[in-house]
């Protein structure tokens, strides 16, 4: 039986951006125009998908390419000083010794990921993609099982945001929702992946069983 390909992002899902993104965004909000994001409204925009949070801050479309572009430039910046969101070691050594074949998405500089997962002793995946586009990763995705010409039903995509949930739906691969990053797990459960973890080590189950 062929062993499963699991892709993670990373993100939220990996590494714990989440404080950094906040500061960054309030650190730009005077230069694009936007509201700064207060410690009240943190846990109510967690809730909420990736457009309506760009709605409620007053970010307009236009102005969206130009602010990713410097969020992107700054957590890249110093992502190798950030700390992991959970502990994956014991799963992700658990999944190689599996055989398991186990990669990251995302839209962060390669060398930054890895000298962030080389800093966590996390350096057990085999595979990096970049996605170019915040909204793009279904493509980024495609592009991965094509190349290792994989069957989809085999395809694992993990993630903390509602986007993610998307984009591996769009594809047709099976999505597991994580309720440690950006989104709450009730937001998640509103887009139905076919799992939804509180812990990296219900993956075991998951993917092993």
């Known amino acids: ?71 992107r430039r ?37 060398e930054n990921v890895r000298k962030f ?6 350096d057990f995946f085999d595979f990096f993609y970049t996605a170019k586009k915040v909204f793009g990763k279904d493509r980024t995705i495609s592009k991965i099982i094509k190349e290792m010409n994989v069957e989809k039903s085999n395809v694992y995509f993990i993630g903390d945001e509602v986007r993610d949930i998307e984009a591996g739906k769009k594809v047709g691969i099976k999505t597991i929702g994580v309720s440690w990053g950006y989104n709450t797990k009730n937001a998640l459960e509103k887009e139905r992946p076919d799992y939804l973890i509180d812990s990296p080590l219900e993956l075991e189950k998951i993917l092993l069983s």
């Open 117 to 122: 997962l080389h800093a966590n002793n996390l």
């Open 74 to 110: 700054e957590i890249n910046s110093h992502i190798a000083l950030l700390s992991p969101s959970v502990d994956l070691l014991p799963v992700l050594k658990l999944l190689k010794a599996n055989g398991c074949h186990v990669g990251i998405v995302t839209t962060n500089i390669e």
């Open 1 to 71: 039986m062929e062993k499963p390909v699991v892709i993670f992002d990373f993100d939220g899902t990996i590494a714990n951006t989440l404080d950094s993104l906040i500061s960054i965004m309030n650190d730009l909000s005077d230069e694009f125009g936007f509201k700064k994001i207060k410690e009240s409204d943190v846990e109510y925009l967690r809730g909420k998908k990736s457009r309506e949070i760009l709605k409620h801050l007053g970010i307009s479309i236009f102005k969206l390419p130009f602010v990713i572009r410097k969020v």
